[in-house]
């Protein structure tokens, strides 16, 4: 039986007087701080100050704590040692893959599959991980991550985007493989294109950071500039050049709520086995793969080929030939490779950006590929300009200033 439209609002009317309860409303002091840091005055403040503890945080417990503190004696005092010694068949090409140098005195410059292949996931990346998704649910679980996409929206319209794309950037920052598949939340084929590019070249992943920070704590935060400055050049010059629109943000911000201990287990748990399963078989294929390729001596063919470029063009060693064929296995893995190489400390920026910016590994290349093959070439078709771009123009700066 059809309803007259008189009818129909007397059925919803008087099914909320059935279900609603009216009551007076108590503005709380919650209430009250969740609105304060949603506004720009109170709330950019808070945000900046939220970030820098995350940063705190996440360095002082993943490099100080976990890795420099325990790992790293545990690694290269206890089991770097003991290998080199039992392994059979010391100086044959099995001892190299598996164990590395035997002359290295730590599992950096070993980079045998038994050596930094289990270092690099279990010794630095992991606490990093871990530590990296337990302040995100948390932040998540507060309801922080909603104010914190508003209080962007403004910067973030600028290079064609809106502020749920905080949630992709910062989720990037642990692994690019679930930060690919959040760009879904972006409305039109213009914003998934721009942040999935953006992400794929310019984001470090949380193990790349575990790494850059056990290996150049001095000048990592350079190489963070550099990469944010790109990721807001090429996002605005990305937005210029692709046809599409930008639709304004709708979204819903929930009061502050306690997480639930359950929930952050369960969160982190996921996340950081998820890691595992991906990185490891990863990190242990790409030293196997590197190694080979040493041995058969594919890198020094590949570097005398490549030597005018990266000497000319980008002014780093021929040597970053290999690290660059790693990256597309683990970046953190690539980066890893680079503190075994002798360069100046300009060179090893430079290094390390080009590593960041190269090919996305390829956990997050196959994830690329399921979002679309056109977005793909697309994607890759950018990186490989900014690669050269980019690269050149550190150089560029380098030598300007009388350094490079």
């Known amino acids: 039986m059809e309803l007259t439209v008189d009818k129909r609002w007397n059925?919803?009317?008087?099914?909320?007087?059935?279900?609603?309860?009216?009551?007076?409303?108590?503005?709380?002091?919650?209430?009250?701080?969740?609105?304060?840091?949603?506004?720009?005055l109170?709330?950019?403040?808070?945000a900046i100050a939220v970030l820098y503890g995350f940063w705190s945080v996440f360095c002082s417990f993943a490099g100080t704590l976990c890795t420099d503190g325990f790992l790293?004696?545990?690694?290269?005092?206890?089991?770097?040692?003991?290998?080199?010694?039992?392994?059979?068949g010391k100086g044959s090409w099995?001892?190299?893959?598996?164990?590395?140098d035997p002359l290295a005195d730590n599992c950096f410059e070993a980079f045998g599959v038994l050596t930094s292949g289990l270092f690099v996931p279990f010794g630095v990346v992991l606490p990093a991980v871990f530590i990296f998704y337990l302040m995100l649910t948390l932040l998540e679980d507060i309801g922080y991550m909603p104010r914190l996409a508003v209080l962007i929206d403004t910067v973030l319209h600028?290079?064609?985007?809106?502020?749920?794309?905080?949630?992709?950037?910062?989720?990037?920052?642990?692994?690019?493989?679930?930060?690919?598949?959040?760009?879904?939340?972006?409305?039109?084929?213009?914003?998934?294109?721009?942040?999935?590019?953006?992400?794929?070249?310019?984001?470090?992943?949380?193990?790349?950071?575990?790494?850059?920070?056990?290996?150049?704590?001095?000048?990592?935060?350079?190489?963070?500039?550099?990469?944010?400055?790109?990721?807001?050049?090429?996002?605005?010059?990305?937005?210029?050049?692709?046809?599409?629109?930008?639709?304004?943000?709708l979204i819903d911000v929930p009061s502050y709520q306690m997480p639930t201990r359950r929930n952050v287990e369960r969160k982190v748990w996921m996340?950081?086995?998820?890691?595992?399963?991906?990185?490891?078989?990863?990190?242990?294929?790409?030293?196997?793969?590197?190694?080979?390729?040493?041995?058969?001596?594919?890198?020094?063919?590949?570097?005398?080929?490549?030597?005018?470029?990266?000497i000319s063009w980008f002014g780093v060693p021929k040597a970053t030939v290999g690290p660059?064929?790693?990256?597309?296995?683990?970046?953190?893995?690539?980066?890893?490779?680079?503190?075994?190489?002798?360069m100046t400390k300009y060179q090893m920026i430079t290094s390390v950006v080009l590593v960041s910016i190269y090919f996305p590994c390829v956990a997050t290349f196959v994830m690329m590929l399921k979002e679309g093959w056109r977005e793909l070439l697309g994607s890759l078709g950018v990186l490989v300009a900014v690669v050269f771009l980019y690269g050149g123009l550190l150089h560029l700066i380098w030598t300007l200033m009388g350094v490079g």
Not at 42 to 46: A, S
Not at 77 to 87: D, E, H, V, Y
């Open 72 to 88: 790293v004696k545990l690694f290269d005092a206890r089991w770097l040692p003991w290998i080199q010694a039992n392994f059979p």
């Open 324 to 342: 660059l064929i790693a990256a597309f296995l683990r970046k953190d893995l690539a980066v890893a490779q680079l503190s075994a190489i002798e």
């Open 271 to 310: 996340r950081t086995s998820g890691f595992l399963k991906t990185a490891v078989p990863f990190v242990l294929l790409g030293c196997l793969v590197v190694n080979v390729l040493y041995l058969a001596g594919v890198i020094s063919w590949l570097g005398d080929v490549f030597s005018p470029i990266f």
């Open 94 to 100: 099995l001892y190299y893959i598996l164990v590395g």
């Open 11 to 40: 059925l919803i009317e008087r099914i909320s007087k059935e279900t609603v309860t009216f009551g007076r409303y108590r503005h709380t002091l919650k209430d009250a701080i969740g609105e304060l840091t949603v506004k720009p």
């Open 158 to 249: 600028k290079i064609g985007l809106h502020g749920y794309a905080i949630v992709p950037t910062i989720l990037s920052l642990g692994c690019n493989v679930p930060a690919v598949t959040a760009t879904r939340i972006l409305e039109t084929k213009k914003q998934r294109f721009i942040m999935m590019t953006l992400l794929a070249i310019f984001i470090p992943c949380g193990a790349q950071l575990g790494i850059m920070q056990e290996v150049i704590p001095d000048t990592m935060g350079l190489v963070l500039l550099y990469l944010l400055i790109g990721y807001f050049i090429f996002g605005f010059v990305l937005n210029k050049a692709i046809p599409g629109r930008c639709p304004e943000i």
């Open 42 to 46: 109170m709330g950019i403040p808070v």
